[in-house]
């Protein structure tokens, strides 16, 4: 909320076309930006602040703070306020300032209260609410989210599966349960089926798709097998 | 929620050494960046202590274990100890949250956790706990509140799970602080709301809960739990019972509910109701019906009485023959 609100807008150098890259969300925040930039405080532009190494004084805060957050296996450079959380940063800060800006918007923001798991990803092997731990925590470890879990192109068979199985309606829920049944199934390859009830608990599906959600994970598995996983 | 700084503490003297009222220690962070983000508490610093070494292994201690606070609840679901030789411990967590709580949380962390009332939780009410005059809860929906010691200045119920399996094994707990660390029984470190109500245990705000020490187990035990949903729920009425058997005849005897209190709730007339019994469903349920005696409830939760003496009924009968009941 606040967080979001304080967020400084896009610099001009990340625009999609310097970035080499288009989306949905860039190109609204472009709209806002040129609508709103004769008012804008040029602070917000981020002075071409350069980035100092990170270091790990023992007090930081709480002022925005320099670290490191690997994600999908790259290293982005994020500078939040100790409060920012690890979705927070996932969505609005990585490589914010820097010429290469990204947004991993995958991992969605629905209850922001480590309730309905939406804004699940994998900290350093286990799944964890990223609305629930801070991004200054998250130094040095290994972050997954829904974007990483494809293997390049090619979809990955809980990926597959979704598609195939109907296991969605809304899909706002998705990302959270893509994560959690990667998770599953790296733990556990062949869960029973109440095994992944089980491991799926922890993630809401308010359209109430978990019958289709639990036939992908069982036929993730069995391909997985197949293909000798 | 308002901005904080950040100490990441290497070790228990830096944690020490930086906590205060005004810098509360961070572990897994599932309930206390929900009281941040709702205004309920708003401290200048937190002090991360999941980065200090040592207190996050499981280790075995005079025959039982010594738990660092770090160690999650996961992580204590997993070990082989715990779940044969600490049943009623393991049937508490194993539904605690969901997987992803279960991976953030800590023992420590659930010890410590702060109230979940609803009342406490919501700003714009009077709440003594967080230094209001009255309690909204005595006069409001209260059907999840406590139905002993009711008649304190504050009726929430104990958030923690493992406390009442903690008080049947007769756990102790760690504590460091300024003066260096001492080692408190587990039941005197909960604390009812009328010696403090700010507050729900004995740490002063530089003291760090830093292991949980489990004697060994001495006989059988179990833990049963009423709740509305299977998955992601808290429980209505819980009951941990320990019992040293002699054959079918149980010489002693701790339960110990939670959910019902604002404490883990020993029920010392159960405990008498069933020593020296031979342990089956007419024994286990007279000594249920003692448990719930002296219980006050209030104007919403009646029906937990009912939901008491089903647990400690069920937790007995579990733990006797060692099956889910």
């Known amino acids: 909320m606040s967080e979001e609100s304080k967020k400084p807008p896009a610099p001009s150098s990340a625009s999609p076309e310097a970035s080499g890259r288009f989306s949905r969300r860039w190109f609204l925040q472009g709209v806002a930006l040129s609508a709103g930039t004769a008012v804008l405080p040029g602070e917000g532009l981020l002075g071409g602040s350069a980035f100092a190494a990170p270091q790990a004084p023992a007090r930081i805060g709480p002022e925005p703070v320099q670290i490191a957050l690997s994600v999908n296996g790259k290293d982005y450079q994020v500078k939040v306020e100790p409060r920012v959380t690890l979705l927070n940063a996932l969505r609005n800060y990585l490589n914010l300032g820097t010429n290469t800006p990204i947004d991993l918007t995958g991992t969605k923001r629905v209850c922001d209260r480590g309730s309905c798991g939406s804004c699940t990803v994998i900290l350093d092997g286990k799944t964890v609410y990223s609305c629930s731990v801070l991004a200054v925590e998250c130094q040095g470890k290994k972050i997954t989210t829904v974007e990483g879990v494809a293997e390049g192109n090619q979809p990955h068979p809980i990926q597959q599966a979704f598609v195939e199985c109907d296991g969605l309606m809304c899909g706002f829920c998705t990302p959270g349960f893509i994560v959690s049944s990667k998770a599953l199934l790296d733990r556990n390859p062949h869960p029973t089926p109440t095994e992944i009830r089980r491991a799926l608990n922890g993630n809401i599906c ?6 289709r ?3 992908a994970v069982e036929l993730a598995s069995i391909r997985m097998k197949v293909k000798g996983g | 929620m308002k901005n904080f700084a950040y100490i990441n503490a290497a070790s228990e003297k830096a944690a020490i050494e930086s ?16 009281l941040l983000k709702e205004y309920v508490l708003a401290p200048e610093a937190l002090v991360n202590i999941k980065g200090i070494a040592g207190l996050n292994a499981i280790e075995s201690f005079e025959g039982g274990l010594k738990i660092g606070a770090n160690v999650t609840l996961s992580e204590l679901l997993d070990h082989a100890e715990v779940r044969g030789r600490y049943p009623a411990l393991h049937q508490a967590l194993y539904d605690i949250g969901t997987p992803q709580i279960r991976n953030m949380s800590t023992l420590g962390g659930n010890l410590c956790a702060r109230p979940h009332c609803w009342y406490y939780r919501y700003e714009y009410f009077d709440c003594k706990k967080r230094g ?5 809860a005595i006069a409001g929906d209260n059907e999840f509140h406590a139905i002993f010691a009711t008649d304190g200045p504050c009726v929430m119920i104990h958030p923690s799970s493992a406390g009442p399996a903690l008080v049947v094994y007769g756990a102790k707990v760690k504590i460091a602080g300024p003066g260096g660390s001492r080692d408190a029984g587990i039941e005197e470190f909960f604390t009812l709301p009328a010696a403090a109500v700010a507050r729900e245990n004995v740490l002063k705000p530089n003291e760090l809960v830093t292991h949980v020490l489990l004697p060994p187990p001495n006989g059988k035990s179990a833990t049963y739990e009423v709740r509305h949903k299977e998955s992601h729920d808290w429980p209505l009425a819980m009951a941990s019972v320990a019992l040293t058997m002699a054959g079918e005849t149980a010489q002693e005897a701790r339960i110990c509910l939670g959910a019902v209190a604002p404490v883990p709730w020993r029920a010392a007339a159960a405990e008498a109701a069933l020593k020296g019994k031979v342990v089956n469903e007419t024994t286990a349920g007279e000594a249920a019906q003692k448990a719930a005696e002296g219980a006050k409830p209030l104007s919403g939760n009646k029906y937990k009485v009912q939901l008491v003496r089903t647990a400690v009924k069920r937790a007995i009968l579990a733990a006797a023959t060692g099956r889910r009941v």
């Open chain 1, 213 to 215: 959600v639990f036939q």
């Open chain 2, 132 to 136: 209001g005059q009255g309690c909204a």
């Open chain 2, 19 to 34: 906590m205060s009222d005004k810098a509360l220690a961070l572990a897994g962070g599932t309930n206390l960046l929900n």
């Open chain 1, 206 to 211: 308010r359209c109430g798709t978990y019958n």
